[in-house]
């Protein structure tokens, strides 16, 4: 932490009309990028849409997909009642619009401005240029910025993580201020269990023995827990429950292992492959941020280490960490340049700072080039299964040759129709028998173009997206027949739910 030898001039920044507007513009820099990244519509992670929208959709219009981590009762309430209370605003504000979707989507995108807030307060225990280049890389780095796009744990773990930091790093904080962060890193915890270690090691860190402040922290933390089991009734399930169900599934009987174990290494090389060249350049400037926070480099690594351990890894897992080391980079990147420029002139030195700003701005650019594809995955899908709520009279839907996991499940349809799954890995008679003994009970099918041979006669085109996989690019088409949809006894096996049930998935 930044002490007060080490504390540059205190900026006002009422006193000076072009710093507030460098400020305002940043903010709505990150809003509109944050509303341009909502924009198309593609999945980061299947759990964005299965433990998160669906759940939500479910718990405010009554229907939707039930995945195995909630019949097994090992996921909380929180996530689903947020975004659940978004999509009943969306609802209300405009009923047959596709608002109730995107309003939760929104709600994530405006949360992470905090995640600014905290950076700029950071950087402006130095100076405001520090404070500014600070808030400019939390506005606009793209994983930042993506991930606040998606719904998910992680992200919206890390809206709440920042803020909540930054109180306890303050100086002028208050009694108040630690209820807050506590109440913050309350919810930070409960959003994402798996960060405890890390938000444990920043509170001793900061608060060591300091019992009075310990008690405002745990006040505030309490309100959180409260807030967290209401959830959990609303969803129909014993408050924490699913705390202790989450371990024994991952930790005891392992279930996480069933999609993927990855070497220790695997994050390093993560991020490497996510900041390109900066994962040789920002050691220097993340170490001589650590100077004035080291609890924050301690807890972004601490928080590496324990996934580490965890054989199931995935990126987004250690976003708090990559999070933190960025924001730890523009700090130090800013003090470096303050601290080079020194004896400089006054213009040099302006061409300097502004020049930091366009090399953190280009670097986030040439960063996302490559990875962008991977936040708007299965786009052609999603964009199908979206034009089948307008085919007149729909009553049933199948996704044929596509994965369940690929759609957007009830939240993106919003009809409560049939869902069907049908694939050559479900079905054990051959497919295009079953299909054609299913087709009756549906009148819409979204499947990729080279199947079309495989579909009964009747039916036609209605639309088609371009999807790009990779390196690949395929058309995902929806097909409709003529006529209503009529019960079959076979049909039940290759509902959505049942197929889930039968796969324990």
Known sequence: MADDNKRAITFHIFTNKRKIFAIYFIFILAFLLRMSAIWPLGIYHPDEIFQYLEQAHRLTFGYGVIPWEYRYGMRGGLVSVLLGAAM????????????????????????????????????????FFVALLSAFVAATWYEIVLFAAHPLTESLSFS??????????????????????????????????????????????ILKNKWKSWLFLIIGAAIALFLSCIADLAIGQIPLLWFFENIQQNLIYHRSDDYGIS??????????????????ILPW?????????????????????????IAHKEYRFVFLSSGILIILG??????????????????PKKLLKISIFIFWGGASLL????????????????????DAKTIPNLCGLIFFHIPYWKTGGYSLLHKNIPIYILSSSISSTPISQTMESLSPAVNAVITPITFREKLPAEYRIFHCHNQKNEKTLENICIFVRHGKCTIRKNANNLEINEVLKNMDQ
């Open 88 to 127: 009943k605003v969306g609802d209300f504000i405009a009923p047959n619009s596709f608002l109730y979707w995107q309003l939760p989507h929104i709600l994530g995108a405006i949360l992470s401005l905090g995640v600014i807030w905290a950076a700029y307060n950071l950087g402006r225990q130095f100076s």
């Open 160 to 205: 709440a993580f920042m803020p909540a930091a930054y109180l306890l790093l303050s100086n002028n904080k208050n009694k108040n201020h630690i209820i807050i962060s506590g109440f913050l890193l309350g919810l930070s915890a409960l959003l994402r269990f798996q960060y405890l270690p890390a938000i444990t090691f920043l509170t001793l860190f």
């Open 263 to 280: 070497p220790l290494y695997t994050y390093f090389s993560d991020i490497h492959n996510n900041w390109k060249i900066l994962f040789i």
């Open 285 to 309: 400037p993340i170490l001589k941020a650590t100077r004035y926070y080291p609890s924050l480099l301690g807890t972004a690594l601490v928080n590496i280490i324990f996934h580490m351990l």
């Open 330 to 347: 523009a700090i130090g990147s800013a003090l470096l340049v303050e601290e080079f420029t020194k004896y400089w002139s006054i213009l």
């Open 367 to 386: 960063c996302s080039t490559p990875n962008v594809i991977h936040w708007y995955q299965y786009n052609g899908i999603l964009l199908s299964e979206k």
